[in-house]
């Protein structure tokens, strides 16, 4: 059975697969989003022995589903059609469920190394707390994927998230203009997503992109936090592994209509 997030169940929401990629997301929105229901909502998954098979997250139009094998798919499938959502991001367990209709679909990537030394950082990388400046690199790049993000929505929601430390910007700078960023999209206590990893088409292949992803894994191994990057299909695989990185999973992004 499928059950709306209350504090009776929130510690079993809480306590599922800590080391899930999926679970960081969720939980993260959690901690950002909780008591805003207005375009957000959590749900639990038990089976017939009252144990958690599944969490979800709803945040806006999107599903985020974190679950087991044990999960009742068919119920969940059933759930997301009436929900309100129009698409959802899952892991390869669950999207195995589904037909293969999927919108899109890359790899997960876990952080594999124990440590990197602040000495091999060849650029001074900056934290940023602006939002304005970020937008207008992101969306300045057409590879950014941000050509069809509107400006409040992103100012909204990233301020949001860092000032409830959600996620964290940093950037480089050469002669005062920004021409690198990365950002923690998701954080939750043992965990963190980097996303948004952007640099000026005219700078790539010089460093800096790794530069700015290692100085966030030298601070995220201090908080004790395990590290993904979700990357698209057959993009920037290479660059990742120099940096530590090693497929760990995939993620499917379906329309819910088309399931």
Known sequence: MIYYLSKDNVCDF????????????IV???NLYFNIEMFSGFWIQYDENNRVTSIISKFYVTLIICAD???DFEELKIFMK??????????????????????????????NNSIIESSRLEFEVKSITEIKPIYDFLSSEQDSGFSNVDFESFYVDMSHRIRHNGSR???IYVSGKLIACACTMYETSN??????VLVKSEYRNMGYGSNIIKSF???????????YIFREENKNEEFYNKI???NYDKWFEFNIGDL
């Open 244 to 246: 530590g990185f090693k």
């Open 14 to 25: 809480l306590s599922f697969k800590k080391e899930c990629p999926f679970r960081c997301k």
């Open 28 to 30: 993260s929105l959690f």
């Open 82 to 111: 009436y929900i309100g959502a129009e698409q959802i991001l899952c892991g390869k367990n669950v999207a195995s469920y589904f037909n293969n209709k999927f919108k899109s679909h890359g790899y997960i990537m876990k952080y």
């Open 217 to 227: 894994i030298e601070i995220l191994l201090r908080e004790n936090k395990k590290i």
């Open 191 to 196: 965990c963190a997503i980097i996303g948004a």
């Open 169 to 171: 910007i940093k950037g």
């Open 69 to 71: 094998n044990n999960a």
